[in-house]
């Protein structure tokens, strides 16, 4: 079981940016996947971004070519880097992790408004 801390979320103006970091407790270089998933009010949680061990990204269509997913084996940290934030990204945001368990962070608020 790996115990997941997110950090970096907020509240920014559409259009600005955040970038939202992921501790796990121990080594992540043999974690299959990492990602992040959001759940805004009244509805599902859903799929943001996930990396791969050898560093190959997959993001939602809602969110390409604005979010950088990236993971630091070295830190055991992964990085979600949120760029041209609207306000339909504003959702509680999840880290995750799956290896030989899927594990789950406590989450972090991102809230995106003028």
């Known amino acids: 079981q790996v115990h997941l801390v997110e950090s970096g979320g907020g509240l920014v103006q559409p259009g600005g940016s955040l970038r939202l970091s992921c501790a796990a407790s121990r080594t992540i270089f043999r974690i299959n996947n990492m990602g992040w998933y959001r759940q805004a009010p009244g509805k599902e949680r859903e799929l943001v971004a996930t990396?791969?061990?050898?560093?190959?990204?997959n993001y939602a269509d809602s969110v390409k070519g604005r979010f950088t997913i990236s993971r630091d084996g070295a830190k055991n940290t992964v990085y979600l880097q949120m760029n041209s934030l609207k306000p339909e990204d504003t959702a509680v945001y999840y880290c995750?992790?799956?290896?030989?368990?899927?594990?789950w962070g406590q989450g972090t608020q991102v809230t995106v408004s003028s």
């Open positions: 990396v791969n061990r050898e560093g190959i990204p």
């Open positions: 995750m992790s799956a290896g030989a368990s899927i594990d």
